[in-house]
């Protein structure tokens, strides 16, 4: 008998990770589960007044990973459950028109200010990865793949696929670099007494991409605007002279 309820007891043991699993396959507990922490993120971030060191985005990563490691549930299953609101990031990114409609006008007269933030944001995000990563002997693949480390993930995948980096590793210093941007770019413009919102958007934006942007959107509508301007802009010019530049070399 005795016998009998251990193996009772190794059996529940056996069945508990796969009836997790199973558990977190479904999308309505997964997607649930995810606004859940995006609200516990953001009401953490709010009760800080936005500090740039809770940043929600790498809050609600730290949350995610250390339930999934808690429950011993792998990122793939959650991914593919979660897969609404992956979805959902198109949409989310279209919502950007709405504050650049807003500031058209403002946009329209800074067409200098733009292309000199552009001319200078664009060749340093490249440098700044890739020729760091080169400087320190890594493979021709790693510094590739860190090359378009500043442009927004779908774009900066393309990309890396494209002049022959890792595609996994271009997604995590992608992931690094915005949430890296969101954190410390308030912090710096504020120390190099920078008060000019659209100095402030473009920068975040340009070095950030959508991060960045979110960051800059909880600062001011025409920060807001102006990021979303330059990671857009930045990402197009990117992907097309990228590709030339790395061909020619």
């Known amino acids: 008998m005795h016998r009998r309820k251990q193996g009772h007891v190794s059996g529940l043991e056996h069945l508990a990770p796969s009836s997790l699993r199973t558990l977190a396959e479904q999308p309505l507990l997964a997607t649930g589960g995810t606004v859940l922490i995006y609200l516990v993120g953001s009401r953490i971030s709010r009760a800080s007044g936005h500090h740039p060191i809770l940043n929600l985005t790498l809050l609600a990563i730290v949350i995610v990973a250390c339930c999934l490691d808690a429950i011993g ?3 793939e299953t959650y ?5 609404h609101i992956h979805f959902m990031l198109g949409p989310a990114v279209v919502l950007l028109s709405v504050p650049l409609f807003r500031q058209r006008a403002t946009i329209c007269g800074s067409a200098p200010l733009i292309a ?3 001319t200078i944001g664009l060749p340093i995000g490249i440098i700044s990865g890739a020729g760091i990563a080169w400087a320190l002997g890594a493979s021709p693949r ?3 793949s860190l090359a378009p480390k500043s442009v927004t993930s779908g774009i900066a995948l393309g990309i890396s696929e494209q002049i022959g980096g890792v595609p996994g590793l271009t997604v995590v210093v992608v992931i690094m670099t915005g949430i890296t941007g969101a954190v410390l770019g308030p912090i710096i413009t504020r120390l190099a007494k920078i008060e000019d919102a659209r100095i402030v958007g473009l920068a975040m934006g340009i070095a950030s991409h959508g991060i960045g942007t979110a960051r800059a959107l909880q600062i001011g509508e025409t920060a807001g605007a102006f990021s979303g301007l330059g990671m857009a802009l930045n990402g197009v010019l990117t ?3 990228l590709p030339v530049i790395i061909y020619f070399i």
Not at 79 to 83: N, T, V, Y
């Open 73 to 75: 549930i792998p990122y």
């Open 116 to 118: 000199l933030a552009l």
């Open 142 to 144: 790693v510094v590739l």
């Open 239 to 241: 992907s097309v002279l």
């Open 79 to 83: 991914l593919r459950a979660a897969d």
